[in-house]
């Protein structure tokens, strides 16, 4: 399944899921200063792209010290994406399933990893570069586009959900996992033709 700038970019947006973040947002920066907010967004939107584009650009590097091909990262990509959709979906809260854990304010975790770069934005970055490593380039323009939109939400949560209302964010966010469910379906069904009717 190749991609363009515009697929790749709504994929990595649907995957990092801005909206069903929110929540979860809101929540671990309860007690955080307001004055601190912006910072502590901006902070953990940076350590999430450098991790994701870490992922990137190590792809093909790490499949290979794995023994890896791209046909079983594309069924487990799917499969990650797949799960995580049907927790947007059918869950009533934040789909990652991540707390404040009592944290004053986050460093790395819970909002870098596992809320922005996760396992399934990790297998996406890591997915794309392997297919077609010649538009490595195209990529990362995808990536730090859909972080930026990602931190902005970030950035404007309370607003946000005071403006549209909780029962407007939690239906983008079902929607948005609609969205993704399609998505996996493909990637699984592109990873499983390549391994049964290409050769390898």
Same mark, same amino acid.
């Given at each position: 399944m ?20 929110? !929540? ?8 955080? !200063?307001?004055?601190r ?8 939107s940076?350590i999430?792209?450098?991790i994701l ?6 792809? &093909? ?5 794995? &023994? ?17 959709? #049907?927790?947007?979906?059918?869950s ?7 707390s ?5 304010? !986050? ?14 934005? #990790?297998?996406?970055?890591?997915? *794309?570069?392997?297919?077609? !490593? ?6 990362v323009?995808?990536l ?5 939109i990602c ?8 607003? *946000? ?13 079902k ?21 049964f009717?290409?050769?390898?």
């Amino acid at each position: 399944m190749d991609h363009s700038f515009l697929s790749a970019f709504v994929l990595l947006l649907l995957v990092l899921d801005p909206f069903g973040a929110l !929540p979860v947002f809101i929540s671990v920066m309860g007690e955080v !200063p307001p004055q601190r907010r912006v910072h502590v967004a901006l902070r953990e939107s940076a350590i999430a792209f450098c991790i994701l584009l870490a992922f990137m650009l190590a792809g &093909h590097a790490f499949l290979a010290l794995m &023994h890896l091909s791209e046909r079983s990262l594309e069924v487990a990509g799917g499969v990650i994406l797949l799960v995580i959709a #049907m927790r947007m979906i059918f869950s009533d809260g934040d789909a990652t399933g991540v707390s404040n854990a009592g944290l004053r304010e !986050p460093l790395i975790f819970p909002l870098a990893v596992p809320l922005l770069a996760g396992p399934s934005a #990790m297998a996406t970055v890591l997915l *794309l570069a392997s297919r077609q !490593p010649d538009r490595t380039i195209t990529w990362v323009g995808a990536l730090a586009l859909a972080m930026a939109i990602c931190g902005g939400v970030l950035l404007s949560a309370d607003r *946000l959900r005071q403006w549209l209302g909780v029962s407007v964010v939690v239906a983008i966010e079902k929607l948005m996992g609609l969205l993704l469910t399609a998505v996996a379906m493909e990637m699984m069904l592109a990873g499983l033709k390549r391994y049964f009717f290409d050769k390898p």
